[in-house]
């Protein structure tokens, strides 16, 4: 496992945009595929966005498609998500996930950020 800790989140307007940023504390970042969920209450947390080991987008949620890009910088040992045009019912808390041992099939993430509010206001 790894840690990972998310910041970026806040408050803004519809139509604004906001950029997460999810930092892993190890050295073999670029060996791991990354992702982005989102949760509110009383919902299951849902996949927004996956970037594999190899740089590839492999998913993206459909109500985000054209409005969010994941992203990483393997150097810095961190991965982004940039929403642009966000409506309200984005708000939620975001999280970053890693699957530290990937394969081909679909990850299997072992270690997850203690997430970040994103709230939009209407």
């Known amino acids: 496992q790894v840690r990972l800790v998310e910041s970026g989140g806040g408050l803004v307007q519809a139509g604004g945009s906001l950029r997460l940023s999810c930092a892993a504390s190890?050295?073999?970042?670029?060996?791991?595929?990354m992702g982005w969920f989102r949760q509110t209450p009383g919902k299951e947390r849902e996949s927004v966005a996956t970037?594999?080991?190899?740089?590839?987008?492999?998913y993206y949620l459909d109500s985000v498609k054209g409005r969010f890009t994941i992203s990483r910088d393997n150097a810095k040992n961190t991965v982004y998500l940039q929403m642009n045009n966000l409506k309200p019912e984005d708000t939620a808390v975001y999280y970053c996930?890693?699957?530290?041992?990937?394969?081909?099939?679909?990850?299997?993430?072992?270690?997850w950020g203690q997430g970040t509010q994103v709230t939009v206001s209407s």
């Open positions: 190890d050295r073999t970042f670029s060996s791991y595929t």
């Open positions: 970037m594999t080991w190899t740089g590839d987008i492999t």
């Open positions: 996930a890693a699957d530290t041992l990937p394969d081909f099939g679909p990850p299997k993430y072992d270690s």
